[in-house]
């Protein structure tokens, strides 16, 4: 079907624009302006309020009574984007749907041409620029930037071959807003918003371009995105903003792990450094955050763990150690002035790996005597005898496997240690070690 046919003789509707709406009232107008005022006219505007508690919800309804194209639903209490995106999505009923923000614009006969791209190529989806508009007081150089991509990419790729092209070309952006999707295609994979948690856009866009067997990229700019004070992108690093974060990365990499028999070698690769970059940084800006503030702590002590959790494998001989650590155990290591980690075989290695990802640096490694077999490493040891006379104090963790655990035990608490303590068991049998016989 030509795009003009879709303008003046078919009634089915082509495109559905989500706009989650909250608090709103000096954008909305601009907004909603920008889309009925598309040269795509069989389109329909669903607006979600979600709790407005200004004159967004009345700005809505005037210009219901002035298109009818505009579909309101509104709802008393705020649940946050990702319920609202949701709710468009099954309330949908265009061929393609196509995310903006209230405080965002759509450029001038964008949906058109965004239109007869993605039907011309029967794409699954579509990806575009997009134009930043900066608010005056907004620092430009605290925040991401975003700006057109810097490469073309004409063909007809995989979703995840356009998501590796792009990263190798330091040209990805996955922001939700960047992407029109053919409906049928997101109901059959049941791709919906996280939901409760903020930054929802990676994990949505990732997990979709997965399953895209036809995706393609429209040179440009289609989006007009507003940095203004104290819009999500442009606030500060909370717990909750790096949570959102760390629990979408979470959902990407199930996501892989489900549908492993599709995922291409070069895209699991792209993918998963991306992921360990970004959750590692999120990881210690967080453990910052939770170090100096006691009600982060009892917020979030209760999924501290799996916030924080990451596994490391040791491809040796069959070893497989892996690590995790909760909240109340991190405290109690910040108590203490040494760590002692008594051991640097393959069980003492992990547990320094351990303490390093969550930022404790006050341990020495001991071993019970120096020999040429050791010289090698990069970590300096003690012998355990010479730490004796000033750590007492210190908290001496034994990090050898099963065989040594109880001599290494004795050997420390003959030497005056005052607490001595299994690693496995003071990390509450989060340390595992399979396989690991002695050390």
Not at 13 to 19: A, E, L, Q, R
Not at 236 to 257: F, K, N, P, V, Y
Not at 368 to 381: C, R, V
Request: some cysteine; overall charge negative.
């Amino acid at each position: 079907m030509q795009n003009n046919q879709c303008n003046l003789i078919t009634t089915d509707i082509c495109i559905s624009i989500i706009i989650p709406v909250y608090n709103v009232e000096k954008y909305i107008g601009e907004c909603l302006e920008s889309v009925i005022g598309q040269s795509l006219k069989n389109i329909e505007i669903i607006c979600i309020n979600d709790g407005s508690t200004d004159h967004s919800l009345a700005i809505l309804n005037e210009y219901a009574t002035r298109d009818e194209r505009i579909k309101i639903i509104d709802y008393k209490q705020n649940k946050g984007p990702a319920f609202a995106r949701n709710c468009g999505i099954k309330n949908a009923e265009g061929g393609y749907i196509i995310f903006v923000d209230a405080d965002d614009m759509i450029a001038e006969n964008s949906l058109l041409a965004l239109y007869e791209k993605i039907e011309s190529a029967k794409a699954d989806g579509v990806t575009f620029d997009l134009e930043s508009l900066y608010e005056d007081g907004v620092d430009h150089t605290d925040i991401i930037k975003f700006e057109p991509h810097k490469s073309d990419y004409p063909e007809v790729y995989t979703g995840q071959t356009l998501f590796t092209l792009q990263r190798q070309n330091d040209d990805l952006q996955v922001m939700t807003c960047l992407y029109m999707w053919k409906r049928k295609f997101l109901m059959e994979n049941n791709l919906l918003f996280h939901e409760g948690i903020i930054h929802e856009d990676d994990p949505f866009t990732i997990c979709a371009l997965i399953h895209t067997k036809r995706m393609i990229y429209l040179k440009k700019v289609c989006y007009l995105y507003r940095r203004r004070k104290n819009s999500i992108t442009t606030k500060s690093h909370s717990c909750e903003h790096l949570i959102g974060r760390i629990e979408g990365q979470t959902d990407i990499l199930r996501s892989l792990a489900k549908h492993n028999d599709t995922i291409e070698t070069d895209f699991r690769k792209s993918l998963t450094d991306l992921i360990l970059a970004r959750r590692h940084y999120n990881r210690i800006r967080l453990i910052r955050l939770i170090r100096n503030d006691e009600q982060d702590l009892k917020l979030y002590a209760e999924n501290f763990e799996s916030y924080m959790e990451w596994q490391s494998i040791m491809r040796a001989d069959y070893y497989d150690i892996s690590g995790v650590m909760d909240a109340h155990t991190y405290k109690k290591l910040l108590k203490y002035n040494t760590i002692i980690v008594y051991g640097i075989g393959r069980v003492g290695m992990e547990v320094v790996k351990l303490l390093e990802e969550y930022e404790i640096r006050n341990y020495v490694t001991a071993v019970t005597k120096k020999d040429q077999s050791i010289l090698g490493l990069n970590l300096h040891s003690e012998e355990i005898a010479d730490l004796a006379e000033n750590f007492k104090d210190a908290l001496v963790l034994v990090a050898v496997g099963k065989n040594l655990q109880g001599i290494l035990m004795q050997t420390a608490v003959n030497l005056g240690f005052r607490d001595v303590v299994k690693a496995t068991e003071f990390f509450s049998d989060e340390i595992n070690v399979e396989l690991v016989e002695d050390d």
